[in-house]
């Protein structure tokens, strides 16, 4: 049985397989609400790995979900910022950079 992650678009195809990779984490930081900055990772190359956040606090604020931070890279740089220009909509985010073996 193969492990890993396979996204789906609305017609059934898949967006995003990685059950037939190996991947490594070369980069975990944890970021606050309102935190923007970026790193340059030596050996991070986008075509074959990625960054990406996750929302660490999954509580509601009224009707309002709250957003991950966004993502960028140019190069071996990762960037980040918050999602939302509205605080109310802003939450702690875990960020993750990983490479494909």
């Keep these: 049985m193969a492990y890993g992650l396979r996204t789906f678009k609305e017609n059934g195809a898949i967006a ?25 990772l030596a050996g991070f190359d986008p075509t074959k790995g990625a960054a990406f956040a996750t929302i660490l606090d999954n509580t509601t604020s009224g009707t309002s979900l709250k957003a991950a931070h966004l993502i ?20 702690e985010s875990w960020l993750y950079v990983v490479m494909y073996k």
């Design 16 to 40: 995003i397989d990685y059950t037939d990779r190996l991947t490594r984490v070369i980069y975990m930081k944890k970021l606050s609400k309102d935190e923007s900055g970026s790193i340059q």
């Design 72 to 91: 960028t890279t140019s190069g071996n740089w990762v960037y980040w910022a918050p999602w939302s220009p509205q605080t109310a909509y802003r939450t």
